[in-house]
């Protein structure tokens, strides 16, 4: 579950990393949402459609990353906001030190649980947008959905697919993945 820690004041990256080992949580407009483990259905999702999309770069030779959760990204490349996408997925290598991914990468996809889903359709959606991301997929894996938001070629178009259908990416044209079978 994530859920913001109350507090009057705005926290910073500071806090983030000062967090006890173990603990996860995620930073938007200073405000802290503790992160809760996943489950297997959440990783076995997530780790399937990484690998699939790393096959698809390596198999192209194009530039980008893929990076699993953990990894952090600092999305206005400011103190006060940090996050940690299931995937992302970075082209410009440039945005990438040591620490992670400095500003918006190119493709981002969160696996919704009942405790993230206010975030993921929500807060989430809106700063991923607003801070230049391409393309946002949110996968349902209780609805066996995934909805999928291409900011690249239109700022107001959001496709629902189910998991039977070929979902296509926005900004790779000859990707696309079908996710059924993944979940019984």
Same mark, same amino acid.
């Given at each position: 579950m994530s859920f913001p820690l109350l507090n009057l004041d705005t926290y910073t990256t500071e806090d983030i990393f000062a967090l006890p080992e173990g603990k996860r949580a995620e930073l938007i407009? &200073?405000?802290?949402? *503790? *992160?809760?483990? =996943? @489950? !297997? !259905?959440?990783?076995?999702?997530? #780790?399937?459609?990484?690998? $699939?999309?790393?096959? #698809?770069?390596?198999?192209?030779g194009g530039p980008c990353r893929v990076y699993p959760a953990p990894f952090a990204v600092f999305l206005n490349q400011d103190n006060r906001n940090y996050v940690e996408p299931d995937i992302s997925?970075?082209?410009?290598? &440039?945005?990438?030190?040591? $620490? &992670?991914? @400095?500003?918006? =990468?190119?493709?981002?996809?969160e696996v919704a649980s009942p405790g993230t889903k206010h975030l993921d359709y929500g807060i989430k959606l809106y700063k991923y947008r607003t801070a230049g991301v391409r393309e946002y997929w949110i996968i349902n894996p209780i609805t066996k959905t995934v909805n999928v938001y291409d900011w690249e070629h239109d700022d107001e178009k959001t496709n629902q697919y189910s998991f039977d259908e070929e979902i296509n990416s926005c900004i790779f044209n000859d990707f696309s993945i079908q996710l059924s079978g993944l979940l019984p």
């Amino acid at each position: 579950m994530s859920f913001p820690l109350l507090n009057l004041d705005t926290y910073t990256t500071e806090d983030i990393f000062a967090l006890p080992e173990g603990k996860r949580a995620e930073l938007i407009d &200073g405000q802290i949402y *503790m *992160m809760a483990p =996943p @489950n !297997r !259905r959440h990783q076995e999702i997530s #780790f399937f459609l990484s690998r $699939k999309i790393a096959d #698809f770069i390596d198999a192209k030779g194009g530039p980008c990353r893929v990076y699993p959760a953990p990894f952090a990204v600092f999305l206005n490349q400011d103190n006060r906001n940090y996050v940690e996408p299931d995937i992302s997925v970075i082209c410009d290598i &440039g945005k990438l030190d040591d $620490k &992670g991914c @400095n500003g918006a =990468p190119d493709w981002l996809v969160e696996v919704a649980s009942p405790g993230t889903k206010h975030l993921d359709y929500g807060i989430k959606l809106y700063k991923y947008r607003t801070a230049g991301v391409r393309e946002y997929w949110i996968i349902n894996p209780i609805t066996k959905t995934v909805n999928v938001y291409d900011w690249e070629h239109d700022d107001e178009k959001t496709n629902q697919y189910s998991f039977d259908e070929e979902i296509n990416s926005c900004i790779f044209n000859d990707f696309s993945i079908q996710l059924s079978g993944l979940l019984p």
